[in-house]
């Protein structure tokens, strides 16, 4: 019961603001969740991405990430009216860059002008840092690892594409995918993540991880490991994803 009411505690003292900024004279918003206390002086951040159709306060009461790293520094982002290549061919709804160059990188651009303005709300660790997102978010991490090659301490994907490995240096990945997705076929993600184990000069073969069912990781010599998280399910977040994700994220830390 103690330990319920000080993480209770922890949870109410956050404080959570919305991020207003205009790129390239485009008005972007999100959410911003301040953490109640830092043990030494500077947060880890995490930057969250919600999928195709969704937004901000969705991804945040869908991941919670504040709720299982009260320590961290969170930042939702929403996207605007993008075309999905499934799901929404006219682009009606919010969604997220998928390749570099594209709607002129709008999105990119609006993660840089973020880290930019978080930065002088707080005092963020610069060697943890990490992106995580769901389907289009998640694959938008990806674009964000290869697109900043050099932001990342690791990177979290839900149910995403990785579309280009150009530009992306050896980086921790955790990886959750549905084997019944009939979006993002559990199939390529699975081939991804082979790639992803490639490029981070994985050696070892697979061996279980963190006591979850269905987690493998693959090792570096360089710390780079991968973890892929095969689930039973289609194309949902799953409910243990946030807690995998935060628990890898604690793992790793630039050198």
């Known amino acids: 019961m103690v ?5 209770a505690a922890l949870i109410l003292t956050q404080t959570v603001q919305p991020i207003q900024l205009k790129v390239e004279g485009v008005d972007r ?5 301040m953490p109640s206390k830092t043990t030494d002086g500077a947060a880890p951040l995490v930057f969250g991405f919600h999928g195709h159709g969704g937004n901000a306060r969705q991804a945040q009461r869908s991941f919670g990430i504040e709720k299982a790293w009260p320590e961290a520094v969170v930042i939702y982002l929403q996207g605007l009216p993008t075309v999905g290549q499934k799901t929404d061919p006219e682009g009606k709804k919010n969604g997220w860059q998928s ?4 709607n002129g990188d709008r999105d990119l651009k609006f993660v840089d002008e973020a880290l930019k303005w978080v930065k002088t709300q707080t005092k963020i660790d610069e060697k943890r840092i990490y992106t995580m997102g769901h389907s289009n978010g998640g694959g938008f991490s990806y674009l964000l690892w290869s697109s900043r090659p050099d932001l990342f301490a690791a990177i979290g994907v839900s149910a995403g594409g990785f579309r280009g490995a150009e530009g ?7 990886h959750i995918a549905g084997e019944a997705d009939p979006l993002v076929t559990y199939r390529g993600q699975e081939f991804n993540v ?3 184990r490639q490029l981070n000069e994985c050696v070892t073969d697979g061996v279980p991880w963190g006591g979850v ?3 493998l990781e693959w090792k570096s010599p360089g710390g780079n490991s991968v973890v892929l998280i095969s689930h039973p399910g ?3 977040y799953a409910k243990f ?3 995998a994700f935060v628990k890898f994220f604690q793992e790793h830390s630039k050198k």
């Open 213 to 215: 069912e269905g987690a």
């Open 234 to 236: 289609k194309h949902e």
């Open 99 to 102: 390749t570099k160059g594209m």
């Open 194 to 196: 082979g790639r992803v």
């Open 168 to 174: 992306a240096k050896p980086t921790p990945v955790i």
């Open 3 to 7: 330990m319920l009411n000080l993480f």
């Open 29 to 33: 918003t999100g959410i911003l969740v």
């Open 241 to 243: 994803s946030t807690a």
